[in-house]
């Protein structure tokens, strides 16, 4: 049983990237030295702009258990509105993270017990050179900022791996420019 | 695995007179070849074999005139059928034995 | 070389890596991404392969069947109606013989209509004289694409390998992808004992009757029942095959496994789940949990399940007091048919009936709903005692009847 394993549930749109962000997460963290990693879909009639969320399991042996997490570590929302559509924090373990891309300030996100990061981070991809709304590689600096687990710079190589051929500079930049825009609040 | 082996394994049936015995004596009518009217017979060289593409058993040769296996000819019929000089007569089995 | 893929990406490898001459396929989901990948290959030109496009899965097969009997090292890949629409033609590639490859990508069939995982399509294509391996991980996918072609072409068998839809086909793991050098050396070009040739020409499978017959050599030709009780023995003969194509391939890459079962924690265990596919990964954990418990428990995956190794799997369950089999597939109006086969094992190779172990049946999963790590305890927790064999021998999990 992994009990050392970090469970992260990532929250999208059909065609927003959450599944890219989550498997270039997958690659950065098994190249870290996580030698067991999962990224498991949760796939049902995928349509573009419908609510989507994909599972991804990190730990330090292989993982076996391949179900949907149901008690995530972290929550990672590509869109604030989602908060609104769906329970996306179901489950989240008590001193949990939420990560959220939103225009919002952080105070006005107020989960129990729960940490929350978030970032402008539709506005800093554009900032960066991506088209609008091209946020999965924007999210990924967030979520090393605010949880630690895994250098920037990792997760920036393997965004230009994934990207190769489409804008990999002005991606990791987006993560970069995210990275420092990152305003920590929550736990109340 | 071997050829010898694997053939032992599958139905695979080639072509030329025999797969199923000697299967002559089926035979109620026997195709007859008249040289004089067949093609290769007439012009003495080889040519036409029609009733040698059409035979199913593979009973027929492509030889000037061609021959008929009644060993294993079944008496179909088809080469009579086919040949385009109507040179090949069906003949009754049972005439044949009288003479 | 380590990557990250999916698990058709997986299997797609595995294809390229094998050498497969002709592919074929009509696209299914899940198993489209795996058949997507193959023609990117053969497009780009990484791959030398002839790709035919077709208009059904009854055509898929049917052209590998074509390109098999003429020589070439055949693939093809689909999931559930799809492995269905094939079904006569499954049939007549294993009484041809002919040594062709297929990945099912497990998918509950319809109706109503699904698109998620279960066992129900390969498993109701048990009885066609297919060899049937399933695949826990990507790492037992790539390596067994590679080992089914040496197979295959060792003992004149088709093989499917299956594997789950999504759960495997779809989720991003780390695998090694073999070296192409190795490959080769493991499985080189195929070299079929008979093959078409226009030059010597042959009728294959045509109508063969009851009893023997002649041959145009006059040797005697077989005859139906022959050519099935021959392709019968042969299933049989493919278990030591398989071994020995397991053996190459660990002496090639260094690593390798049981073949045929792939038990976990059951030296000493009471009670043992079998399961096949990625749930018998899920049940490690499970199991863990319950040793925390102090309940001696373990899993054991079927991983060759035909032929079926029935003395082996009953040598491995023989010592324990219940057995928990997890089925994602059933035989309706009876039971799971890996249950079934269990205890028909059972009964053969172990001793009196009180010396047996119970079995108990769990259905799960069906047309992919959801398999929690909770109520698999429950299952096991609520099996794994004495008396866990009474009551219902069939009982269903996650079912929800308002």
């Given at each position: 049983m992994n009990n050392d394993s970090i469970e992260i549930r990532w929250h999208g749109r059909g065609g927003q990237g959450a599944i890219t962000a989550a498997k270039i997460v997958a690659k950065a963290m098994f190249a870290s030295g996580y030698s067991g990693v999962a990224m498991v879909p949760t796939f049902g009639t995928e349509r573009r702009g419908a609510p989507v969320f994909t599972s991804l399991k990190v730990s330090r042996e292989k993982i076996y258990d391949l179900s949907p997490t149901t008690r995530p570590d972290i929550v990672v929302i590509l869109d604030h509105l989602l908060l609104e559509e769906a329970?996306?924090?179901?489950?989240?373990?008590?001193g949990g993270l939420i990560v959220i891309n939103t225009p919002r300030a952080v105070k006005n996100y107020r989960f129990n017990g729960s940490r929350v990061a978030v970032a402008n981070v539709t506005e800093l991809s554009v900032k960066a050179?991506?088209?609008?709304?091209?946020?999965n590689s924007g999210i990924i600096g967030v979520f090393a900022k605010a949880s630690g687990i895994i250098e920037l710079s990792a997760l920036t190589q393997a965004i230009e791996e994934e990207f190769v051929r489409r804008k990999p500079r002005e991606n990791a930049l987006a993560a970069r420019l995210c990275y420092d825009g990152t305003i920590l609040g929550g736990r109340r | 695995m071997k050829q010898r082996d694997y053939r032992k394994k599958i139905s695979l049936s080639e072509t030329g007179p025999g797969d199923a015995g000697k299967t002559g004596s089926w035979r109620i009518l026997r195709p007859v070849i008249d040289p004089q009217v067949c093609i290769p017979g007439r012009r003495n060289a080889p040519a036409c074999y029609i009733c040698w593409l059409y035979c199913p058993d593979g009973v027929i040769s492509r030889t000037v005139p061609p021959g008929i296996d009644y060993q294993y000819c079944k008496g179909c019929g088809i080469c009579a059928e086919e040949c385009p000089t109507k040179a090949i007569t069906m003949v009754e089995e049972s005439s044949l034995l009288k003479e | 070389m380590q990557i990250i893929e999916t698990g058709n990406v997986a299997a797609a490898l595995g294809v390229k890596l094998a050498r497969a001459q002709v592919i074929a396929a009509y696209p299914i989901t899940p198993q489209t991404p795996l058949t997507e990948k193959l023609s990117e290959f053969i497009e780009s030109g990484e791959m030398q392969a002839e790709y035919v496009p077709v208009e059904s899965e009854h055509s898929a097969l049917a052209v590998c069947i074509a390109a098999s009997s003429a020589g070439a090292r055949s693939f093809t890949a689909t999931s559930a109606n799809g492995l269905l629409y094939m079904h006569e033609q499954i049939h007549w590639a294993a009484g041809a013989r002919l040594p062709l490859v297929m990945c099912v990508v497990n998918r509950g069939v319809g109706a109503p209509w699904t698109i998620w995982n279960d066992h129900q399509d390969s498993i109701s294509q048990r009885d066609t004289g297919w060899i049937q391996i399933y695949a826990n991980d990507h790492q037992q996918i790539i390596d067994s694409v590679i080992k089914a072609f040496a197979l295959a072409e060792e003992v004149m068998i088709p093989v499917m390998v299956c594997y789950d839809g999504y759960i495997l086909s779809h989720t991003h793991m780390p695998f090694d992808v073999p070296e192409e050098r190795l490959v080769d050396e493991f499985l080189p070009p195929y070299l079929p004992p008979y093959s078409l040739d226009p030059a010597d020409p042959a009728n294959l499978n045509t109508v063969t009757m009851p009893d023997v017959r002649p041959d145009v050599r006059g040797d005697t030709a077989p005859g139906y029942m022959e050519i099935r009780y021959l392709l019968h023995k042969d299933m049989l003969e493919a278990i030591p095959a398989f071994e020995r194509v397991e053996e190459r391939f660990r002496s090639v890459f260094g690593r390798g496994s049981n073949p045929y079962i792939e038990p976990y924690r059951c030296e000493d265990a009471d009670y043992i789940a079998v399961a096949l596919g990625s749930l018998s990964y899920h049940l490690r954990d499970v199991v863990d949990t319950l040793r925390n418990e102090g309940v001696r428990a373990g899993v054991m995956s079927v991983h060759l399940y035909r032929p079926f190794p029935d003395e082996l799997i009953a040598r491995a369950l023989s010592g324990c007091s219940g057995v928990v089999v997890f089925e994602k597939a059933l035989s309706y109006g009876y039971q799971g048919a890996l249950c079934s086969d269990i205890k028909s094992a059972l009964y053969r190779h172990t001793g009196e009936p009180g010396g047996r172990p119970f079995v108990v049946n769990y259905i799960l999963g069906l047309g992919g709903r959801e398999i929690t790590t909770p109520d698999l305890l429950d299952a096991m927790r609520s099996s794994c005692s004495p008396d866990g064999g009474s009551g219902d021998e069939t009982r269903w999990i996650g079912l929800r009847f308002s």
């Open positions: 329970d996306v924090t179901q489950g989240l373990k008590k050179g991506l088209p609008q709304g091209m946020v | - | -």
